[in-house]
């Protein structure tokens, strides 16, 4: 385990239909077709049905990395999400997540410690980076449930203040989302900021697959508890008191939620406080 979340090795995680996986996914169908069409759904979106999925691999690589560079370039102080309440579901999102010095924007390949060039995770849609644990304000509404500990929590909200989670609502299962906040101090703050558009493959499929891989690629999402040291620079030499005063997070949780939406705005703050598009409507809105 520590030599993956360190990337000693070159790693890999993709998914394999099973019939209960598939039976959760697809309730109404019988138990051969939902694992016939779960499969079909794996491959559909790791790209495994095009017809060369490794040059569709190559481009969708690239061009999570010219998003990632240019959001590495603009080295944001902030970014601020703001979405309207979809329908009744309960509060909308007005959030301001800062980014501490030295953040740096990661995408679907990573370089390993045995000099391996590897894409971690198939699927993958997200350009990801370190938020300080210090700064994070206002409240998010989830957008999609979250399936923890082998329950849903439904139609939730979190609220911040100076970077601590002070509140929690949910129309189901808020006790256990109270308890996996209550894990460890570092659960009540977050360790990743993860940015997709909302027209992203999985989302389009309209369904939860209960499975991270897969739904964190649907939607924007942010991950309560433990950071990961390469999104930072310089973050794999530290000490865990020097990673946490460097704005990182140390926690036994690392759970993502998705708060993505087609409603989704999101603005990028510089250091001098100007404010730039970033996405808008869930789409992207930066040209690269």
Wanted: with cysteine.
């Amino acid at each position: 385990g520590v030599n993956i979340s360190r990337n000693a090795i070159n790693w890999c995680v993709v998914a394999s239909s099973s019939p209960a996986w598939a039976a959760k996914v697809f309730p109404d169908l019988a138990p051969e077709d939902a694992e016939e069409k779960l499969w079909q759904a794996i491959f559909e979106t790791t790209r495994a049905t095009l017809p060369d999925p490794v040059a569709a691999w190559v481009e969708h690589i690239k061009n999570l990395r010219k998003r990632g560079d240019y959001l590495q370039a603009k080295k944001y102080s902030a970014l601020h999400y703001r979405a309207a309440s979809p329908g009744d579901k309960g509060p909308g999102t007005d959030l301001t997540l800062g980014l501490p010095h030295g953040h740096k924007w990661m995408s679907a390949q990573a370089l390993a410690e045995n000099g391996v060039v590897f894409t971690a995770n198939m699927p993958t849609e997200e350009v990801f980076t370190l938020p300080d644990r210090h700064r994070a304000d206002g409240t998010v509404a989830a957008t999609f449930p979250l399936s923890y500990g082998g329950s849903l929590i439904e139609d939730f909200s979190v609220t911040f203040e100076n970077g601590r989670i002070v509140k929690v609502n949910a129309k189901n299962n808020e006790a256990l989302l109270q308890k996996l906040v209550d894990t460890d101090e570092g659960s009540t703050r977050l360790g990743e900021i993860a940015l997709v558009p909302a027209s992203s493959p999985i989302s389009k499929r309209g369904h939860l697959f209960y499975n991270t891989l897969f739904d964190e690629n649907a939607s924007c999402h942010i991950a309560i508890g433990r950071a990961y040291r390469f999104t930072l620079i310089g973050g794999e030499e530290l000490t865990d008191e020097e990673f946490i005063s460097a704005g990182g997070n140390v926690s036994l949780n690392h759970v993502d939620f998705m708060i993505g939406s087609p409603h989704m705005d999101i603005d990028g703050i510089t250091a001098d406080g100007t404010r730039e598009p970033v996405m808008r409507s869930g789409e992207w809105a930066i040209n690269v």
